[in-house]
């Protein structure tokens, strides 16, 4: 099935480990973004890439880093996770940087750390 | 500056019920509106949008209209399902690259 696939889908993880969450695309789009949401709050743009290669600050950038080395993926890096960062994580693309008819959403990543 | 503000959950209704999900904006200039839902287990899909002023989106007996006097876009439904269960999210955007989303509504319809 064509779309976005994120990986894992569930994580704990202990308060200083280190993670990576991975976005995979299969659209050929250009555009990817993670984003986060927590209870009480809409999704919040982490980061985002407007081509491999490239990556650009969202909203929310502290304490994540992320890379595009290969268009179709799009990874999310906590070096040193903290309970704040507990939440579900989710991956987006798109073909143009004007996403009038939407993204393309994975299924998201549910993350806790204790 | 820009965000969305929905009605907070959960909504639960029996099968055949309408179904109104409240939201308003706030933004400056003339945004694009969306609705988008979330299945369970599944990413977020648009579900229908509307780009200017009265303009009403519609998808699966879903309804929406853009209204600048109230600068509010309800999502309605004149007959819930079972399948319809799922989140729904309202979003907004300006430039097309920026989306601002509502907190989502949870909705569950029962038999």
């Known amino acids: 099935n064509a779309g976005v696939t994120q990986t894992p889908k569930f994580r704990v993880l202990k308060t200083g480990q280190s993670m990576t969450l991975l976005c995979a695309q299969d659209m050929n789009h250009e555009y990817m973004y993670w984003y986060r949401q927590d209870p009480g709050m809409g999704l919040r743009l982490i980061h985002y890439?407007?081509?491999?290669?490239?990556?650009a600050k969202g909203e929310v950038p502290d304490g994540y880093n992320v890379s595009r080395l290969k268009k179709q993926n799009f990874l999310l890096g906590l070096e040193s996770a903290a309970p704040s960062q507990t939440s579900v994580y989710f991956c987006a693309s798109s073909f143009g940087g004007q996403a009038w008819d939407g993204y393309t959403f994975g299924s998201g990543t549910r993350l806790t750390v204790v | 500056g820009d965000s969305v503000t929905q009605m907070e959950g959960p909504v639960t209704l029996s099968e055949e019920a309408f179904l109104t999900i409240n939201c308003t904006y706030t933004?400056?200039?003339?945004?694009?509106l969306f609705w988008y839902v979330q299945y369970p287990g599944e990413g977020l899909q648009l579900l229908l949008k509307?780009?200017?002023?009265?303009d009403k989106g519609s998808n699966k007996g879903f309804e929406a209209t853009y209204r600048k006097e109230t600068t509010s876009f309800h999502l309605e439904k004149g007959s819930v399902q079972v399948s319809d269960s799922a989140v729904y999210f309202c979003?907004?955007?300006?430039?097309?690259?920026?989306?601002?989303f509502g907190t989502g509504t949870s909705l569950t319809v029962i038999p």
């Open positions: 890439s407007v081509g491999e290669g490239t990556t």
């Open positions: 933004a400056t200039g003339y945004p694009s």
């Open positions: 509307a780009t200017k002023a009265d």
């Open positions: 979003a907004l955007s300006r430039t097309g690259n920026q989306f601002y």
